[in-house]
C-alpha cells in the first residue's frame, strides 16, 4: 500500500518497519503518541531559558519521532537538541515546532480514520 499523503509528516513505511510491518500496532501507537504533551514541555523549557531541560526533552521527542517515522518533526528536535547542547539559542525553531505537531496531529487523524 502507498502511504504517501502522509509525507512529509509522516512517513508510514519506515514508521512500520520499526514494528515489523504490524500495521495494527504502529496505528496503535500512533492513538497513544502524546506528542503534544511532549512539544507543550519542550516549548515551556525553551521559554523558560532551561537549556538542560529543553534538550532533554527535544531528545525524548526526536526518538519517539524517529520510531514512528515523524519525519519532519525529527528534524525540527534534532535541531534544537544541538543548539541546547551548545548553549545556543533555540526559541527562533518554536513556531516551526508548534506547526510541525498540529501538522502530525492533523497527519495522524487522518491516517487512523482510514484504519478503521
Known sequence: MEYSEYLPHINVAEGKTRVMNNLKLYTSLLGRFKGRDMTNDLLASIKDGDKIKAAQHAH?????????????????????????????????????????????????????????
Open 60 to 116: 525524548a521527542l526526536r526518538g519517539t519521532a524517529a520510531n514512528l517515522g515523524f519525519t519532519v518533526l525529527y528534524g525540527i528536535t534534532e535541531e534544537i537538541e544541538t543548539l541546547c547542547k551548545k548553549d545556543e539559542d533555540c526559541k527562533h525553531l518554536c513556531d516551526a515546532l508548534d506547526a510541525a505537531m498540529t501538522a502530525l496531529d492533523d497527519a495522524i487523524m487522518a491516517f487512523s480514520a482510514t484504519q478503521n
